[in-house]
Nanobody
Framework: QVQLVESGGGLVQAGGSLRLSCAASGLTFSNYAMGWFRQAPGKEREFVGTTSGSGTSTVYSDSAKGRFTISRDNAKNTVYLQMNRLKPEDTAVYYC????????????????WGQGTQVPVYT
């Protein structure tokens, strides 16, 4: 049984930083690209970024580029999302997801999802 469990969310002031973690179990972690998506209230889920199984290839959305960094530790079956210079428009529920083999921007390519962690950013 595959499980993805996010942690690290919480209230943060604009301009601050936060690191989300996603611990995976029940799968051969290095065989899976790991993606981060987010969903703001009243909006559709949107792509934040993704990293390949080895972690050598990473792709970001335009809104995340330059502020967010995805990394992974395959020995710990964990992927991270480091978020810096947070803005109120980053407020959302953040989800990690797993996709077998190649990374992708579209959410429908990901077969496994975590339960999400909330990140409210206040001014």
């Amino acid at each position: 049984q595959v499980q993805l469990v996010e942690s690290g969310g919480g209230l943060v002031q604009a301009g601050g930083s936060l690191r989300l973690s996603c611990a995976a179990s029940g799968l051969t972690f290095s065989n899976y690209a790991m993606g981060w998506f987010r969903q703001a209230p009243g909006k559709e889920r949107e792509f934040v970024g993704t990293t390949s199984g080895s972690g050598t290839s990473t792709v970001y959305s335009d809104s995340a580029k330059g502020r967010f960094t995805i990394s992974r530790d395959n020995a710990k079956n964990t992927v991270y999302l480091q978020m810096n210079r947070l803005k109120p428009e980053d407020t959302a529920v953040y989800y990690c997801s797993a996709k077998f083999l190649a990374e992708a921007r579209k959410s429908n390519g990901y077969g496994y999802w975590g339960q999400g962690t909330q990140v409210p950013v206040y001014t």
